[in-house]
């Protein structure tokens, strides 16, 4: 009743009311159901956490949270048992039955906040949640002075809509150092996402140590130099790392007690090269004058399924069980051309064998040979790019679905289950600013409130298959990124986005209330010491490239309630230019320059100026 009552109020408040709540509660990714109460708790050095001492992960939870908060408020907060609560000022962590995996109830009153959740996971979200509700310097790295130390009143319910919310890094285009992985992999738990999807091995460089076939990393972890953009030429740079097991256990450890899953992924049958390069029999034609990639794009040297080849997997994946204990592991079985198998009489006589049909149906019985091994030796579940349905399904296997929806669509009608990282709404590799003027990135635009208003299982599925849409994830390329600040440039805010898309309902989404939630995550982020993208501040040109001149532009801006002002004449624009209210049509030449004013006049973001060329339609 008291949810209903808040609805009902919140449809009768204007807007600005409302923007002004969400900056109170600011909570990303939205709860499912947030009762808005008056007043607040406030900690001090008096306040005092409770929990079952008996439950280790619980206990852990609460004792990661008297940390923070010791590094940013220096009050040393004391732990005690439940059965010894205090009559006020407490925080308290109770272990309860019935609630989902994941799920919590968070009941904060001005004397004490009580944490519901059957399951660790989701007492350690709802520990997140009370972060965001806490001022941004909550997650600073050394003390604040004079903050209030004040969380707003509430009642939160909140579970995932989906339980895969994924980010995927690929560090094999370029390294990116441990800490750079603890970083994200904390900025991930903070938004409840749970599955970091760490693509390790590539054509352009193999980066995890695996004992049996130290080549890999010796001769597979460095290249010569990288081609510069897409130009072809190389920058005579050498590049190279990897990730040693040790290492790699200290991440998991430190991904586990924030309650993310770290699925490795060994590319299979292709991006092969410099796992080839390191040891040439893998490859239909034993040279040994194969390199690592110094160029981007698809390889032609891909691994033959040979015993041998499959012999080598399996001791690879036979030391990854040690160090992932993820549930899914990820081998790849995208982009495999299949011009050596074609030409290599092993790969031939095993179609005959086999009683295949073709090259499709070898790269079938690759990946189907390897998730048999995965599955029964690892008890693990194999997730595959979207070409792993192409040709026929190998069972038990999830479809991760990247080129549009199709695929997806098709695992879910033949009952097999389906990430969503369609490109053209989940590629972190993609501009988010204008594409004339940003920085070499992929092909397409994919700003802001286009990767947030995308909602992973299309309407035209029946209902009773979308069950089998586990979730959704970003996905960040690195051939053009080549260090963690372009990285974290390229990954945020957008993957902020993205955690509300794979923890909220459809319905629960409402991208106005997002943007003005923004301006409070975005100083967490500040905190967090990430180098986002600025571009929410500026003007965004909207328009279709294909369509002739004279065209449409709509102009939009992320940040709330900013006007946008333009002038077409080449002055500067000013609030007495023309106020933006409805789409521009430009001819071959026009000049646009604009900016967004706020109330006060002051200007938010850069002062854009942006020429439409034919020639920049084509080339994007
Ligand atoms: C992919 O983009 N090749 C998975
Ligand atoms: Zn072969």
Redesign the pocket.
């Known amino acids: 009743m008291r949810n209903i009552c808040f609805i009902l109020i919140a449809l009768l408040l204007p807007m600005n009311v409302l923007a002004n709540n969400n900056l109170r509660y600011g909570i990303i990714p939205r709860p499912a159901q947030l009762v808005e109460l008056p007043g607040s708790f406030t900690l001090n050095k008096k306040t005092v956490v409770a929990v079952d001492l008996d439950n280790a992960l619980f206990k852990e939870i609460a004792d990661d949270f008297i940390l923070q908060f010791k590094i940013v408020s220096g009050h040393d907060l004391k732990i005690i048992n439940t059965s010894l609560l205090p009559t006020s000022n407490f925080i308290e962590l109770k272990t309860t039955e019935g609630l989902a995996d994941e799920a919590y109830q968070l009941i904060i009153s001005p004397d004490k906040i009580t944490i519901k959740a059957s399951k660790a996971n989701g007492a350690f979200y709802a520990l997140q949640t009370i972060y965001q509700l806490l001022p941004p310097e909550i997650c600073g790295k050394q003390i604040a002075k004079r903050v209030k130390w004040e969380v707003p009143c509430c009642e939160i319910q909140d579970a995932p809509h989906f339980s895969y919310r994924g980010l995927m890094l690929d560090v094999g285009r370029h390294f990116m150092p441990k800490d750079f992985i603890l970083k994200l992999i904390d900025v991930m738990s903070m938004h409840k996402q749970n599955m970091f999807h760490w693509h390790l091995t590539e054509d352009q460089g193999w980066r995890i140590e695996i004992k049996k076939y130290p080549r890999l990393t010796e001769i597979g972890s460095f290249r010569k130099e990288s081609e510069i953009g897409k130009t072809g030429k190389g920058d005579g740079i050498p590049h190279g790392g990897f990730y040693t097991q040790e290492e790699v256990k200290e991440i998991v450890e430190y991904a586990r007690k924030r309650y993310v899953t770290i699925i490795p992924e060994i590319e299979l049958p292709g991006h092969a090269t410099a796992a080839i390069a390191s040891y040439p029999h893998l490859a239909c034609i034993e040279d040994t004058t194969y390199e690592v990639s110094t160029t981007w794009g698809i390889k032609k040297d891909v691994f033959c399924p040979k015993a041998t080849t499959f012999q080598f997997f399996e001791d690879v994946f036979t030391e990854l069980f040690d160090l992932f204990p993820s549930p899914y592991y990820h081998i790849g079985g995208?982009?495999c051309p299949r011009d050596r198998w074609k030409a290599c009489e092993h790969c031939q006589d095993l179609i005959k064998i086999l009683g295949l049909k073709n090259e499709d149906e070898l790269q079938i019985f690759f990946v189907a040979r390897m998730e048999k091994f995965l599955r029964e030796k690892g008890g693990k579940t194999v997730l595959g790019?979207d070409e792993i349905i192409d040709g026929g399904a190998v069972p038990n296997t999830v479809v991760m679905a990247?080129r549009g929806h199709a695929r997806a669509i098709r695992a879910a009608r033949q009952n097999q289950y389906t990430i969503l990282t369609p490109?053209r709404w989940c590629y972190l590799d993609y501009y988010q600013e204008d594409p004339d003027t940003e920085e070499l990135c992929m092909f397409l635009f994919l700003p802001l409130e286009k990767v947030y208003n995308y909602y992973p299982i299309p309407d035209t599925l029946e209902h009773s298959q979308h069950k089998y849409f586990l979730g959704h994830q970003g996905s960040l390329?690195t051939e053009y990124i080549s260090n963690p600040d372009r990285a974290e440039y390229m990954m945020f805010p957008r993957a902020i986005a993205m955690s509300e898309v794979s923890w909220c309902s459809k319905e629960q989404k409402n991208w106005d209330s997002f943007r003005h939630k923004m301006l409070k995550e975005f100083s967490r982020l500040d905190y967090k010491e990430i180098n986002y993208s600025k571009a929410f501040y500026n003007v965004i040109f909207n328009y279709d490239r294909k369509e002739p001149f004279p065209k449409k532009v709509a102009l939009t801006i992320d940040y709330p309630e900013a006007d946008i002002y333009y002038t077409l004449n080449g002055k500067e624009p000013t609030m007495k230019s023309t106020l933006y209210t409805d789409s521009i049509l430009v001819n071959e030449g026009d000049v646009i320059k604009t900016v967004g004013f706020l109330k006060n006049g002051k200007t938010v973001g850069k002062r854009l100026e942006k020429k439409f060329e034919i020639k920049n339609d084509v080339n994007h």
């Open positions: 995208d982009e790019w990247y490109n390329w």
